[in-house]
């Protein structure tokens, strides 16, 4: 089944892809076989990732960029990292309504990622499921996520271009700036540039980014106004994406450092994840692994001495020192 | 010098939480050797988690639950999740502007956190940093974050009791509920009450809310209106926490379930964080690591492959089969 299946994705059939993410958000065993399967035939796709607070107009933003990489014919793969509950099912009503424009177009995949499982699951399934659109064909993966967690800032730093969007009279100015996005910036969209407020924003952008010290030609971060609903400064905004693929003067490392950095970020999340489920499977005695959380919610043991005894034990290392104290 | 600091935090000696906390975020192995130390003196404060977007006036609030708490005599620390930048600098200047009001008061303490380390870097800084100030005998503990990420739900999520702190007019409505919040509120906070759409908002609340089924007894979250820069409603937000606190009627489990998935949480994170530094550090020769990231994003080996072979190594099992596919 899996191989038929990865077959299917690479032959970019949107019913695969489809149930391919879904496997992926599921944490199912066959979506980290079909992931395996398929990755040597990604790494073609350039990853745009766009992040910003909500209500900054991303999804539109997005949608008409899907238009304008359409019009000079290559394909386009869209996740939008929404950690939206189930409970209100937002999630699956903005796939509908967003699939609609491009619902004709074979080029085109959108796909909400909502995961609610341990920490890290997010970034992870949306790495995987970016894999799935890479290893489908797609010229263009864009990777939209709400900016203000740490993961989701994780998500959009390692991507290929980072495009931070904000918005002006979104409460404080300031507030959005702080969220942990100014320096992973490779390009910002004032949004919504037709309000009050906007050039304000731009200014505020530019004091703080003329704080930052860039060495000799080293790519100072363009600010570009758009108004997304009428699809005002959209070009200006893929120039500038291109413009940016094709400089050699980039923050943060080339490509191949982003790449990189990718690789290393799945191989520790991979690591550790599998470690912990051995650890819980096939390590600890029925009902051990809560006893030990039991004890440590009782104060009776702490965290760290807890997990010393479990890795010295698994690692059947009687007298491994886990803190490494400079002072000890 | 550990055991010096941990018996000044234990007296509650504000210089010792401010040393130990910068331990902690700094990811420093005095850190950790401290929280083991003082865990047994832990879990006598009382947890408040409380999350919002961007601009919902979080900090305005927190400042004014600092002074009701106050009243009635009891002491209080807070911790102000920020994924702030260094570069903008905002945690440190917020820290500054928000300790005035309460410079004088030995019974507040206020405290910015801002890690940008691997993933999970900031909830275990957040996680342990609690500790520090349950344990220096602060009888109220808040944890303040900006709610849209995974992690920083999640601490919240965890706390004794979770406020969720909405504002009219930010955007779109749903958007602010979609973000992943309206799930884990044991209170709603619509901040800013004064303001056009305040009462639209509380109905968007409350229709989301009756789409949920309460079991028999079960808690239904309150919605209260606060204006906290005049401070208009704060008591009565103080008050539905005291009920909260008292009452039998808890969602997601009781008080000792709550701290029992924090302690759970915690057991997972350091398990696989300390695992992945091991094989770092001691299992994989110099450069091994290195050159596995580069076969990874070179596309030679899978990630998959690459940590099933690790994990297989590290824990001699031959034939550990890592992925446990139903299918295979």
Redesign the interface.
């Known amino acids: ?2 191989a038929a299946l990865a077959d299917r994705v690479l032959a970019g059939d949107a019913r695969a892809i489809a149930r391919a993410i879904t496997l992926i958000e599921n944490e199912d ?2 979506g ?2 079909l ?2 399967t398929i ?2 035939r ?2 073609r796709a350039f990853l745009i990732g766009l992040t910003g ?4 107009g991303k999804s539109t933003l997005v949608d008409r960029l899907i238009g304008d990489v359409r019009r000079t014919g290559k394909s386009v793969g869209v996740i939008a990292v ?4 189930p ?2 099912g ?2 699956v009503l903005g796939d509908r309504l967003r699939m609609q424009a491009h619902a004709s177009d074979d080029a085109v995949f959108i796909r909400s990622m ?1 995961t ?1 499982g ?6 992870r399934a949306t790495a995987d499921a970016a894999l799935v659109l890479d290893a489908s064909g797609k010229d263009i993966v864009v990777i939209e996520t ?9 998500i959009v730093r390692t991507a290929d271009i980072s495009v931070v969007t904000l ?1 002006p009279g ?3 100015d ?7 996005i ?2 992973i910036a490779d390009i910002f969209v004032v949004n919504k540039a037709d309000r009050e407020g906007a050039d304000r924003l731009v200014s505020s952008i530019e004091a ?1 980014l003329s ?2 010290t860039l060495e000799a030609g080293e790519w100072r971060p363009p600010i570009l106004k758009t108004i997304a609903t009428s699809g005002a400064g959209v070009s200006e905004l893929m120039s500038a994406i291109e413009l940016f693929r094709q400089s050699s003067a980039k923050p943060r490392g080339s490509l ?1 450092d982003r ?2 950095a ?15 489920a ?2 819980e499977a096939e390590v600890l005695p029925p009902k051990a692994f809560e006893s ?3 004890r ?2 009782s ?1 009776e043991i ?7 005894e ?2 010295a034990g ?2 059947q290392l009687p007298n ?1 020192q ?7």
Do not use: C, W
Request: aromatic share 6%; proline share 5%.
């Open positions: 089944v899996s065993a066959a980290a076989d992931v395996r990755y040597g990604t790494g607070p909500p209500g900054a929404d950690p939206t509950s409970f209100t937002g999630a909502a609610r341990h920490l890290g699951g997010l970034s709400v900016g203000v967690g740490q993961d989701e800032v994780e918005v979104a409460g404080d300031v507030q959005a700036l702080k969220a942990g100014m320096e703080t704080l930052q191949a790449r990189r990718r690789g290393e970020a799945r191989f520790r999340e991979l690591l550790a994840r599998r470690f912990v051995y650890v030990i959380v039991d440590i919610a104060r702490d965290p760290y001495t807890a997990v010393a479990v890795l698994v690692l491994y886990i803190t490494k104290s400079p002072n000890s």
